[in-house]
């Protein structure tokens, strides 16, 4: 039985926003994961998921996934496209086939789709993606949040191969990559194919029976999207705040409020990187917020010190609305609040930490868990 369902409008801008706050600056657009199910909903299909313990333990599942940089397409990128006479040939429908490839690659059918991570565009993809092929797909997923690389994934943390995979772009290639030496490659491997697409590709990996996907999965996710943006919208209807109402949902904290008042990034190796400044307003006036992130927001100072760093979550968001945002859209003179809120247990590990804290990323950084910063 379903546990969750889109029904109409209203239930996927909810479900979308609720992912978006949960995103950390990256999991795809808005408008991409909008159009994706608004599109869905007018063809008759079934946006719905289901409770993972109604999966039987034999089934195999995958997980459909978008691998690229979020960065802007440049003109010149656009100008090659042009000249290669490129064409979109599968467009939203990549994803499917991807699953079918990788159906058809290990020689026994796909039962069920687990969601890689929490997103405006990446938990829509699969979702749709579930309702064309006429499969269920879980209530949870492998991240918690959105995050740019596969070792900040529990499939890297409990030790599950992601591999063969599949990769299907727009334009028509298909490649299956039959085995990684370890998941630093597999996400390289996918990254340099989404640069050969010019951005972007959609991958299926992580062949799992589902006795082992539940033993990693991080439950309930979905449904916990659809109360987030549920409970903003009602609190917006009522005349209240957007932002409290979520971090209630949430169990996060509000930890900074200001204007972006710098941004630099880059494209670089399949993913952007780049730090957003942010000067304090209000309660923060004369303080400093700056955030470092690639694809998504991982390490931030406070006044220059370290602050907030993953695995925990720091989101900004814009101070009216409470609506997220993407690293891709923000910009100088946006009015945001960051929101923090608690990661992963698991990933507070040594291990956890060696694939997703401020160190793995290239920071001198000691990780301190988000409930004792804004305690002190």
């Not at 990996?205 to 999207?225: D, Q, S, Y």
């Not at 390490?299 to 945002?325: A, F, H, M, Q």
Request: aromatic fraction near 8%.
């Amino acid at each position: 039985m379903p546990r969750g369902r889109l029904q109409n409008h209203e239930d996927c801008e909810d479900f979308v926003r609720g992912c978006l706050f949960m995103a950390t600056g990256g999991g795809g657009a808005v408008e991409w994961g909008m159009g994706m199910l608004e599109s869905a909903l007018e063809d008759g299909m079934a946006l719905e998921w289901v409770d993972v313990d109604d999966i039987p333990d034999d089934v195999w599942t995958v997980t459909p996934y978008g691998m690229g940089s979020i960065a802007p397409v440049s003109k010149e990128t656009l100008d090659e496209i042009e000249r290669l006479e490129l064409v979109d040939k599968f467009g939203d429908s990549s994803m499917a086939e991807a699953v079918k490839e990788l159906a058809e690659y290990l020689g026994q059918p796909i039962g069920c789709l687990v969601p890689a991570e929490l997103g405006a565009g990446n938990t829509p993809a699969p979702l749709v993606t579930g309702a064309r092929l006429g499969m269920p797909v879980v209530d949870g997923d492998y991240a918690g949040r959105a995050i740019p690389e596969e070792i900040q994934g529990t499939p890297y943390l409990y030790d599950k191969h992601s591999w063969p995979f599949t990769s299907v772009d727009k334009w028509g290639n298909v490649a299956i990559v039959k085995y990684a030496v370890n998941p630093s490659m597999l996400e390289r491997i996918g990254k340099m194919l989404g640069v050969a697409a010019y951005g972007g590709t959609t991958m299926a990996a992580t062949p799992l029976p589902a006795r082992e996907m539940k033993e990693i999965l991080v439950r309930g996710t979905l449904t916990k999207c659809l109360a987030i943006g549920r409970a903003m919208r009602e609190a917006r209807e009522k005349g209240e705040d957007p932002i409290d109402a979520a971090l209630k949902v949430t169990g996060g904290w509000r930890l900074f409020e200001g204007v972006v008042s710098g941004k630099e990034w880059e494209d670089r190796d399949g993913y952007m990187f780049g730090t957003n400044h942010i000067k304090g307003t209000g309660d923060y006036e004369g303080q400093t917020l700056d955030v470092w992130f690639k694809n998504e927001n991982h390490v931030s100072w406070l006044n220059g010190k370290p602050w907030v760093c993953s695995p925990d979550l720091i989101t900004l968001v814009y101070r009216e609305s409470g609506e997220g945002t993407t690293s891709t859209l923000i910009k100088e003179g946006d009015e945001v609040v960051a929101v923090g809120m608690k990661g992963l247990e698991a990933f507070r590990s040594e291990k956890g930490l060696a694939g997703a804290g401020p160190r793995y990323f290239g920071f001198d950084i000691e990780y301190v868990p988000i409930e004792e910063l804004v305690a002190a």
